[in-house]
């Protein structure tokens, strides 16, 4: 059997090969959590055009990661999981558009959330988000590409979220009950407890128009 060699990692250090000279995995998540926030900020002054779907993405992750990764907006090449005991891989490499055009579509077909009340509007954003994150287009930085994306989403249809009132670990468990056993239920319960009322809509995009 032909050991796989991931194309990203720099076999000499063990991290993801970057532009910052990180030959440490701590250092390129210092690195990360300095330049990242700072590049969010930046992006929601000047955000991308509000397509709706995975070159908006792109467009986002490759303005977020684009100082410290050669392939920052590039989708990836090497089908990937989260480094969990037992999870399943994400979309496999030669479906990503595919699967990312039919996520777009049915995004598109629910109005981009616009015009629901709460509980509607939770449960919606629950699928759709399962729905792209089953995407994964990125070797790495999804997270943070997909919390800006549903961020500007739900901001054009009212309402904002929250990402600090639940940890990483509690998304990527909810996420994975959605992926993995259908059941959307964790993920519905943990954007209860995200969304709340966006009341000032001088920043708002209007997904879909344009």
Do not use: C
């Amino acid at each position: 059997m032909v050991e796989f060699v991931d194309p990203y990692v720099d076999p000499s250090t063990g991290v993801l090969k970057n532009l910052v000279d990180a030959r440490f995995q701590a250092d390129l998540d210092a690195v990360e959590g300095d330049l990242v926030p700072v590049r969010t900020l930046r992006l929601n002054q000047d955000p991308p055009e509000p397509t709706g779907d995975l070159s908006e993405l792109r467009a986002i992750h490759r303005f977020l990661f684009s100082p410290i990764y050669a392939w920052a907006g590039g989708l990836r090449t090497v089908d990937i999981r989260k480094n969990l005991q037992g999870a399943d891989f994400f979309v496999p490499v030669q479906m990503i558009q595919q699967v990312a055009g039919i996520a777009a579509e049915h995004l598109r077909a629910d109005d981009y959330l616009r015009g629901m009340g709460r509980p509607t509007f939770v449960a919606r954003l629950a699928h759709h988000y399962d729905q792209f994150n089953y995407i994964h287009p990125f070797r790495d930085g999804n997270g943070r590409t997909h919390r800006w994306f549903w961020g500007w989403i739900a901001r054009d249809a009212g309402w904002q979220l929250n990402w600090r009132a639940v940890t990483g670990a509690a998304n990527d468990s909810a996420s994975r009950a959605a992926a993995e056993h259908q059941d959307l239920g964790p993920l519905i319960a943990m954007f209860d407890q995200v969304v709340v009322r966006h009341d000032d809509d001088g920043g708002a995009r209007s997904h879909g128009v344009g």
